[in-house]
């Protein structure tokens, strides 16, 4: 029981009765209860709910009747994504008591597997955010360094696997919230194409670039979560009907010959990239090279427009989704006695946090009339430059590598009063947004301070099975460390 | 608002004609009414410090105007397909668990502010 850390491992001593779904589900239960007031991952523990689901997965698997690798599995769920009878708050006051009236369509494909629901992780207010310091609720830390960052939005979500807090975790990302907190953690974290697993049931950030992503410790625990979650769903108008493979059975494949290109625009000298980032991909690189893989240098060559063009889109459209939040319908009222307009604005004034008020006036600032075509238009006529570049780097290579972030996790406060710091830390990760292509980030080493540092591969459309079973084989060769923290 | 317009337009011409960069400028005026569009009441402590980061951040995404793109489309969808629609039909009613998450929810109902 005490070799159990990952999903996979987790998977197969369920299969082999060597543990049960309940002995899984109270061990991640009790390490909530013992360390988890320190780090601060979870915002609710289903204790009830999951040792209920735990016991029905044990009583399926006694009469063969198991629903396979995820059956009986805990897993941690960002609080973004709603499980019917569990708070959903986004990690905000404005939904504080909400209690989700529906399961999201990857939950009830969870559930349909018999993966044991545990929990709501903490993350930033609605998305928004890179350290996990937005949480109206908690800081969560890094913990594999306390005084560190673990990254965001999906901060609980990767602090979770970082500390043995669940086999198995969902996030959602924009700009990044999956492969950046991945990176900072040292775990695994891929964000699937735009359109592969459902958005029903998932709190709208960015409507245009969001996508819930998986968490594990290995790749192969990531595969096998997404190939749970992934799929068409006919109540998300975005999702598309392509057949989802098995992705674990497409791990271990040569990779001799696969093409992998750098973006040499991601080498300029204006590219902030921490030294020991840098070094850490090119020994990546040898790496994929002595596996028989073929390297170029391609390029992007609107890519260093990403981030100006991503806050200009995800502002504009979190201004029109946050709308909804009135005081009406949702969570607690300010102001009711001063008529509707009184109580709209004193609500959505006193409960949205600091950063989602700056973007929510930046978005409406852009869809002004005066500034839309100027802003607006311009940022989605550089968005259409980048998917441009995509396409034709894909025409050469079949995958892209680069560094996931350029640095390592920082400090906790170091940014959070510098916004435009905060937003260029995610250099790396929202091309793939904007793109609407797969990208995971895994473990490549650690810097001197012994933080983890994250390698990322990036996929054409619905090809994740290709840069999975790339990250798997990289995973193999580089033999990282990345056990959960003790 | 009125100003910030004149401003932002003075500034694309300026830009244009001299290639001169002007650090982009928004008026308490602009910001108070942005605040007002977007039904946030905020302190004039926050509206202060949210008008200079709003500076920063624009002054940030000029780069946007380094390219020339008279001749792009703006993106439509990133992934080309044809949106997908499903039959009008009711599948789950949620109905009375989800008017329960509202503070006014009465005998069924949601109380709100008086209108008339």
């Known amino acids: ?31 909530i209860e013992s360390i988890d007031e320190n780090i601060g991952c979870y915002l609710c523990v289903d204790k009830i709910g999951a040792m209920k689901q735990a016991i029905d997965s044990d009583a399926r698997r006694k009469f063969n009747q198991s629903l396979g690798e995820l059956d009986g599995i805990p897993i941690g769920i960002k609080d973004m994504i709603s499980c019917k009878g569990l708070p959903l708050n986004a990690s ?53 360094n306390l005084s560190r960052t673990p990254g965001g939005s999906s901060s609980g979500s990767a602090a979770a696997i970082a500390a043995n807090l669940a086999f198995g975790t969902l996030g959602t990302d924009t700009g990044g919230s999956v492969r950046q907190p991945a990176a900072f953690t040292g775990t695994v974290g891929i964000k699937p194409t735009y359109g592969r697993v459902s958005r029903f049931g998932v709190i709208a950030f960015a409507s245009s670039l969001d996508q819930v992503g998986v968490f594990g410790h290995k790749v192969e625990d990531a595969a096998t979560l997404l190939s749970g979650i992934a799929g068409y769903d006919e109540q998300d108008s975005t999702s598309i009907k392509i057949s989802v493979p098995n992705y674990n059975l497409t791990l271990n494949r040569d990779i001799k010959g696969v093409r992998i290109g750098i973006p040499k625009e991601y080498l300029n000298k204006d590219v902030a990239l921490d030294p020991e980032v840098k070094t850490c991909v090119e020994n990546a690189i040898s790496r994929l090279r002595t596996l028989g893989a073929k390297v170029y240098f391609i390029s992007l060559p609107h890519v260093h427009l990403s981030v100006a063009a991503y806050h200009i889109i995800s502002t504009a459209e979190a201004s029109s989704n946050l709308a909804r939040y009135d005081g009406i319908r949702y969570g607690p009222r300010i102001g009711f006695e001063g008529g509707f307009k009184n109580l709209y604005k004193e609500t959505r004034g006193k409960l949205f946090g600091a950063e989602v008020k700056r973007r929510i006036l930046l978005g409406t600032f852009v869809l002004s009339a005066s500034c839309y075509d100027s802003y607006y238009i311009k940022a989605q006529k550089i968005r259409s430059l980048i998917v441009d570049d995509f396409r034709n780097a894909f025409t050469l290579v079949d995958a892209i590598i680069c560094p996931t972030v350029p640095s390592v996790a920082y400090p906790l406060g170091e940014r959070i009063n510098d916004p435009l710091k905060m937003y260029l830390g995610d250099i790396f990760t929202i091309p793939a947004n904007l793109a609407g292509l797969p990208g995971i980030s895994i473990p490549g080493g650690f810097s001197k301070e012994n933080l983890p540092i994250g390698i990322q591969l990036i996929g054409r459309p619905f090809e994740e099975s290709n840069i999975l079973n790339i990250a798997h084989m990289l995973e193999k060769i580089l033999k990282i460390n990345n056990e959960p923290v003790k | 608002m009125l100003l910030s317009a004149v401003y932002i337009y003075f500034y694309c011409i300026v830009n244009i004609i001299y290639d001169i960069k002007l650090p982009m400028q928004i008026s308490m005026d602009c910001i108070e009414k942005i605040a007002n569009l977007a039904m946030l009441a905020l302190s004039k402590t926050e509206l202060e ?53 509202s503070a006014g929810f009465e005998n069924n109902l949601i109380k709100v502010p008086k209108i008339i």
């Open chain 2, 49 to 101: 410090t949210y008008k200079k980061d709003l500076e920063n951040i624009l002054n940030y995404v000029k780069v946007l105007e380094s390219v020339d793109t008279s001749k792009v489309e703006p993106i439509r969808c990133v992934i080309p397909i044809e949106l997908n629609e499903r039959v009008d039909e009711v599948h789950e009613k949620i109905g009375e668990s989800s008017l329960r998450n």
């Open chain 1, 92 to 144: 905000s006051k404005i939904l504080q008591d909400y209690l989700a009236s529906y399961d999201a369509t990857v939950i009830r494909n969870l559930r349909s597997k018999g993966a044991v629901i545990i929990g709501k992780l903490n993350q930033d207010e609605f998305g928004m955010g890179s350290s996990g310091e937005n949480s109206a609720y908690k800081i969560c830390k890094n913990p594999v």
């Open chain 1, 1 to 31: 029981m005490n070799n159990i850390n990952t999903l996979t491992q987790a998977s197969i001593a369920l299969k082999f009765g060597k543990t049960t779904s309940v002995e899984l589900t109270q061990k991640c239960i009790q390490r």
